[in-house]
Nanobody, 120 residues
Framework: QVQLVESGGGRVQTGGSRKLTCTAS????????ESWYREVAGKEREKVAQIPTMGPMIYADSVRGRFTISKNDGKNEIYLQMDSLKPEDTGVYYC??????????????WGQGALVTVSS
């Protein structure tokens, strides 16, 4: 139905920036919300940013003011701009979408994950 492919992972120095891109394909018209999650240092997967169905963007306290989530519907792309990166931001980042199929069932799709390493 919907597939997600991530790109933009890599290594960056402390204080630097990195931009992740998530490209969606399939029945993209059914998507109603987009978000980014991460897994850091053995912790549970946590949501860091979200574009809700309605209202302003939502950010985790740990990234607010440094990360920016956005999208380009014409290109079917979702972005995570990461600025002022810290070593504790090192981890695997996943894009995530939720939607409603023609049978009015909620679905959830994950990207494959992108490793971001911040060097101190």
């Amino acid at each position: 139905q919907v597939q997600l492919v991530e790109s933009g992972g890599g290594r960056v120095q402390t204080g630097g920036s990195r931009k992740l891109t998530c490209t969606a394909s399939g029945d993209v018209r059914s998507i109603v919300t987009e978000s980014w999650y991460r897994e850091v240092a053995g912790k549970e997967r946590e949501k860091v940013a979200q574009i809700p169905t309605m209202g302003p963007m939502i950010y985790a306290d740990s990234v607010r003011g440094r990360f920016t989530i956005s999208k380009n519907d014409g290109k079917n792309e979702i972005y995570l701009q990461m600025d002022s990166l810290k070593p504790e931001d090192t981890g695997v980042y996943y894009c995530h979408v939720e939607g409603v199929d023609p049978s009015v069932r909620v679905f959830k799709v994950w990207g494959q994950g992108a490793l971001v390493t911040v060097s101190s």
